[in-house]
């Protein structure tokens, strides 16, 4: 695993949200049912690719609580055309660890980035959302599929 470290700008991004617990994936496949038919409604978007947002909250040890909100999402410029039903938000500028995620087996990478290139990398995670970006060579159900995985990292 060897990830681009790369500071983003913050994204304004538009979308639903729905709040989830660890372990409980159907709640995900759910959400991009029902945002994709809507997903037109968007009009301001900065480009074609989607984003699926976590936004954890901490335990006192740092440990991710079980509960997490989940977002089926795109980037827009600005947030004065809102569709109805539909939430904004802004995630904030920081630095992200970028790994190129190939396949549809996202747990494994995820887990992959946490228990072997985290230890080692001289980062920790922060506390701000993570996210994947599914542009061009996303091909979703397919083995050949490619999306970035953005997670957000400080300096130990």
Same mark, same amino acid.
């Given at each position: 695993?060897?990830?681009?470290? !790369?500071?983003?700008?913050?994204?304004?991004? !538009?979308?639903?949200?729905?709040?989830?617990?660890?372990?409980?994936?159907?709640?995900?496949?759910?959400?991009?049912?029902?945002?994709?038919?809507?997903?037109?409604?968007?009009?301001?978007?900065?480009?074609?690719?989607?984003?699926?947002?976590?936004?954890?909250?901490?335990?006192?040890?740092?440990?991710?609580?079980?509960?997490?909100? !989940?977002?089926?999402?795109?980037?827009?410029?600005?947030?004065?055309?809102?569709?109805?039903?539909?939430?904004?938000?802004?995630?904030?500028?920081?630095?992200?660890?970028?790994?190129?995620?190939?396949?549809?087996?996202?747990?494994?990478?995820?887990?992959?980035?946490?228990?072997?290139?985290?230890?080692?990398?001289?980062?920790?995670?922060?506390?701000?959302?993570?996210?994947?970006?599914?542009?061009?060579?996303?091909?979703?159900?397919?083995?050949?599929?490619?999306?970035?995985?953005?997670?957000?990292?400080?300096?130990?």
């Amino acid at each position: 695993m060897n990830p681009k470290i !790369i500071t983003i700008s913050k994204k304004e991004i !538009i979308g639903l949200s729905a709040i989830t617990q660890m372990g409980a994936h159907q709640d995900i496949p759910f959400l991009w049912k029902t945002f994709m038919p809507r997903k037109q409604e968007i009009n301001n978007t900065v480009s074609k690719a989607l984003i699926a947002m976590q936004i954890f909250s901490l335990q006192d040890d740092g440990q991710p609580n079980a509960d997490y909100t !989940i977002w089926a999402c795109a980037e827009v410029n600005g947030f004065s055309k809102l569709p109805k039903g539909m939430e904004t938000y802004t995630i904030p500028k920081g630095e992200y660890a970028v790994f190129v995620h190939k396949g549809m087996n996202a747990s494994a990478t995820y887990q992959q980035i946490m228990t072997e290139w985290l230890p080692t990398s001289g980062y920790e995670i922060d506390d701000r959302p993570h996210f994947q970006v599914m542009g061009g060579k996303y091909k979703n159900g397919s083995e050949d599929s490619e999306e970035d995985f953005y997670v957000p990292v400080k300096s130990k």
